[in-house]
């Protein structure tokens, strides 16, 4: 009768094993994962990725209810995303900033100094446009310096920065050192069915889709608005990169 028991409640533990380690193996294959969106820049990489240091955004909104910090924060989150370039973190870009007593970059040879400091290859330097929290809408302007030789300095309006010509070939390479590479310059508002669209695309393997808003977290919430619109900026800026390097 005991040897009985011993065996019914083997049996019962391993029965009950059976059935942990088959939820567990169920558990692991889990639903399915959908990649998110990425950014590919166009460089060669066999050297190493490029470096790019990225410079606090300036607050041209004329509203103090901004983080420009933060932001920018987000901006440099945006560049590490992107496939084949890396950024470095903002803390040490303002600590050469801080070493070079530079307040903020003004001009080419600003932005020179900051990558020769820094061993960059490249200065993304740009302004917030417009900012909306409740709507939401940010607005930003970007402009890739490479590593040139030294020039004329000649200030940088980040105004203006959007009609800069892009006259250089290669990142790194000798380019006119007083003009960005490549330049963009956009507004994304919430309101707009197109930039809904693109927000849509974003959150994909970004946002659970069966939550209570889904996709559409990204419109509610201005922080997350901020990440989609720092990530497409750089894509934007990017996508410039390849037509440029793509026309010799």
């Given at each position: 009768?005991?040897?009985?028991r011993?065996?019914a409640?083997?049996?019962?533990?391993a029965?009950?094993a059976?059935?942990?380690?088959?939820?567990?193996?169920g558990g692991?294959?889990g639903k399915?994962l959908?990649?998110?969106?990425?950014?590919?820049?166009p460089y060669?990489?066999?050297?190493?990725?490029?470096?790019?240091a990225?410079?606090?955004l300036?607050?041209e909104?004329g509203?103090?209810q901004?983080?420009?910090?933060?932001?920018?924060?987000k901006l440099?989150s945006a560049v590490e995303?992107a496939e084949?370039?890396?950024?470095?973190?903002l803390?040490?870009?303002?600590?050469?900033?801080r070493?070079?007593?530079?307040a903020?970059?003004?001009?080419?040879a600003?932005a020179?100094?900051?990558a020769?400091?820094?061993?960059?290859?490249?200065?993304?330097v740009g302004s917030?446009?417009?900012?909306d929290?409740?709507?939401?809408v940010?607005?930003?302007?970007?402009?890739l310096f490479?590593v040139?030789p030294p020039?004329?300095?000649?200030p940088?309006?980040p105004a203006r920065i959007?009609l800069?010509p892009t006259?250089?070939?290669v990142?790194?390479?000798?380019?006119?050192?007083?003009?960005p590479?490549?330049?963009?310059?956009e507004?994304?508002?919430?309101?707009?069915?197109?930039v809904q669209m693109?927000?849509?695309?974003?959150?994909v393997?970004r946002?659970?889709?069966a939550?209570?808003?889904g996709?559409e977290r990204?419109l509610r919430s201005?922080?997350?608005f901020?990440?989609f619109a720092m990530f497409s900026?750089v894509?934007?800026l990017?996508?410039?990169?390849?037509?440029r390097?793509a026309?010799?």
């Amino acid at each position: 009768m005991v040897v009985q028991r011993v065996g019914a409640a083997v049996g019962r533990v391993a029965a009950l094993a059976a059935l942990l380690l088959a939820g567990c193996a169920g558990g692991g294959q889990g639903k399915p994962l959908t990649p998110p969106k990425t950014t590919v820049a166009p460089y060669d990489a066999v050297a190493g990725e490029p470096l790019w240091a990225v410079v606090p955004l300036r607050n041209e909104t004329g509203t103090t209810q901004i983080d420009t910090l933060a932001i920018s924060d987000k901006l440099v989150s945006a560049v590490e995303q992107a496939e084949g370039v890396r950024a470095l973190p903002l803390n040490r870009t303002l600590a050469a900033l801080r070493a070079l007593g530079l307040a903020d970059v003004r001009s080419p040879a600003d932005a020179r100094r900051i990558a020769q400091a820094l061993g960059a290859d490249g200065v993304l330097v740009g302004s917030i446009t417009a900012y909306d929290p409740y709507h939401p809408v940010v607005g930003v302007s970007l402009a890739l310096f490479p590593v040139a030789p030294p020039a004329a300095r000649t200030p940088v309006d980040p105004a203006r920065i959007a009609l800069a010509p892009t006259e250089s070939r290669v990142l790194g390479g000798t380019p006119n050192a007083d003009r960005p590479v490549s330049v963009v310059s956009e507004v994304f508002d919430a309101r707009n069915h197109q930039v809904q669209m693109d927000v849509r695309a974003y959150a994909v393997g970004r946002s659970e889709p069966a939550s209570a808003l889904g996709w559409e977290r990204y419109l509610r919430s201005a922080v997350l608005f901020e990440e989609f619109a720092m990530f497409s900026g750089v894509e934007r800026l990017i996508r410039q990169e390849w037509v440029r390097t793509a026309h010799p």
